[in-house]
């Protein structure tokens, strides 16, 4: 006995999910080389780690002793948190 033939519409399903999985991959790679292009490079220069972490420490201290504000605090943290590296 032989096997029925694959329709026209099921041919048309697999055609539509071979180029949806073709544009997800397409969508991928772009995305990736996007990142890739927004990451800073690591050639430029560094700054002492460790002076940065003294950095956090004494603002910490100034938070504490209510020398300077949560504001500026918060501010001054985001700015040494962009400026650390994490290995």
Do not use: C, W, Y
Not at 24 to 33: P, S, V
Not at 36 to 55: I, K, R, V
Not at 67 to 78: L, P, V
Request: charged share 45%; hydrophobic share 30%; proline share 3%.
């Amino acid at each position: 006995m032989a096997r029925p033939r694959t329709t026209f519409g099921k041919l048309q399903r697999d055609q539509a999910k071979r180029a949806k999985a073709r544009a997800k991959q397409e969508d991928r790679l772009a995305r990736r080389a996007e990142r890739a292009d927004a990451e800073p490079d690591d050639h430029g220069p560094t700054e002492n780690q460790e002076a940065l972490l003294a950095q956090f420490a004494r603002l910490h201290e100034d938070l504490a002793d209510g020398r300077i504000s949560i504001d500026e605090f918060e501010e001054r943290q985001d700015d040494l948190r962009q400026r650390l590296r994490v290995d």
